[in-house]
């Protein structure tokens, strides 16, 4: 099971890196807009971690806080990026605080995994 977990841990990073990894795309080109990779790396990441919070056949310690403040970080993260699509299809765009704002709540969140225990 403990080998499962890794996998499931591993998809986790997968999704972070290409919702990151896109996020740069999107900053180098300087178009400052949510794409569908994004869309797809933040579902990833998202479904993932659901998957981690589950025991695996042994008794976990989960930090529950930890990961609540993870999952409303990525629930902002999803609603700017929709909110960036979805101006997009409208020929307005988002301002590009916003975009930057993104950026720093990914950081954030990959900060929040590794730092607090």
Request: a positive charge; glycine letters at 8%; one cysteine or more.
């Amino acid at each position: 099971m403990e080998i499962l977990r890794h996998v499931v841990l591993l998809v986790h990073l997968v999704g972070f890196a290409i919702l990151f990894g896109a996020w740069v795309v999107e900053a180098a080109a300087r178009r400052f807009q949510a794409t569908r990779l994004m869309d797809l790396g933040l579902l990833i990441a998202f479904v993932a971690g659901v998957v981690l919070c589950a025991p695996f056949g042994r008794d976990y310690d989960f930090n529950w806080a930890k990961i609540g403040i993870k999952l409303g970080i990525l629930v902002v993260i999803g609603a700017l990026a929709g909110i960036s699509r979805s101006r997009a299809k409208k020929n307005t765009p988002l301002p590009t605080w916003t975009f930057w704002l993104i950026g720093a709540l990914i950081l954030a969140n990959a900060a929040l995994a590794v730092i607090w225990r």
